[in-house]
């Protein structure tokens, strides 16, 4: 003999109340869970309100349509258009650069503007003082360096 296929499934439905009292208590885990970020969540929406940044923010959601369309309004006067330009082939030059010797190099542009500061400007420098200055080897090692930068710059 076969069995019966089922043909009705019946849900065990669960009382609204009971429902509510889950959704409760996993609403107030959620809070003691994350209890700082709720402060200061609340603590920067005041902040936000005190400045009146919360009405402006609020109005700006609101009316996203005419807001958006006001600053594309704005953005495509003749006076912006090489500035927005510009700003993309900034972001393009950026991505360019090795930040890694550019660091380097700006420390050690640093440490001689610091150097820089501490001369005094009436004192003059002679030709036998030039001379004599290469034989220093953090100046040899300076002038080698901006040698370098030059041919650098130089090749094609």
Known sequence: ??????TKIKRMEMPEDAG???DISEVTSAISNNKEAILKGIDFLGTLNDNGM???AHAL???KETALDNVMREFNKPQ???TLENLSKLFLFLGELNVDELHH?????????AEAHTIDESE???YLDL???LKDPEINRSITMLLQFLRGMGKE
């Open 1 to 6: 003999m076969m069995a019966e296929a089922i």
């Open 20 to 22: 509510r009292d889950q």
């Open 54 to 56: 919360l009405d402006m």
């Open 61 to 63: 959601v609101k009316q």
């Open 80 to 82: 912006y258009s090489a």
């Open 105 to 113: 190099f700006s420390n050690k542009l640093n440490n001689g503007l």
């Open 124 to 126: 003059k420098t002679s």
């Open 131 to 133: 001379i004599k200055a």
